[in-house]
């Protein structure tokens, strides 16, 4: 059975498809393309709010703070071929930033690979991604 994580990260698939995959400056354009965080804020809420066009950080306030979006990004970001920069939040107390990771994977290029990746790698990492997700919401008691 599917779990809920990978619901949503299957349904971001679905909305990259369609609408394309915005790498550039703000979550999200005009025309429908949107940043991996905010597709998978969209396959969440159904929405894309303006602020994803314009308020970085109303955009990312707006993400952090739905623990259904941060659960399918921290998802997502566990499958990376890299590990998540930290912020320090207190002296001595740092903070995965998953939204960083993941956004910044899908826009730029890495030590892995010389360009940054296609939609197809995209599409192929939200697969993967959801397929963790069912098999850990199997094997581990309440996961979803």
Do not use: K
Not at 71 to 100: F, H, K, N, W
Request: hydrophobic share 40%; aromatic share 6%; proline share 7%.
């Amino acid at each position: 059975m599917p779990s809920s994580t990978g619901t949503v990260l299957r349904t971001t698939r679905d909305i990259v498809n369609y609408y394309g995959l915005w790498t550039g400056e703000q979550f999200a354009t005009r025309d429908g393309r949107l940043d991996l965080s905010a597709a998978i804020y969209r396959a969440v809420t159904g929405q894309t709010p303006n602020c994803f066009l314009n308020d970085e950080d109303m955009a990312l306030l707006l993400i952090e703070t739905n623990p259904v979006v941060m659960e399918a990004i921290r998802m997502v970001s566990a499958v990376l071929p890299t590990q998540p920069c930290t912020t320090e939040v207190d002296p001595g107390y740092e903070v995965p930033d998953y939204v960083e990771h993941v956004s910044n994977w899908a826009s730029t290029a890495s030590v892995f690979a010389q360009q940054p990746p296609t939609v197809s790698e995209v599409l192929g990492l939200l697969a993967r991604a959801a397929d963790t997700a069912d098999n850990l919401a199997t094997r581990l008691p309440n996961a979803a």
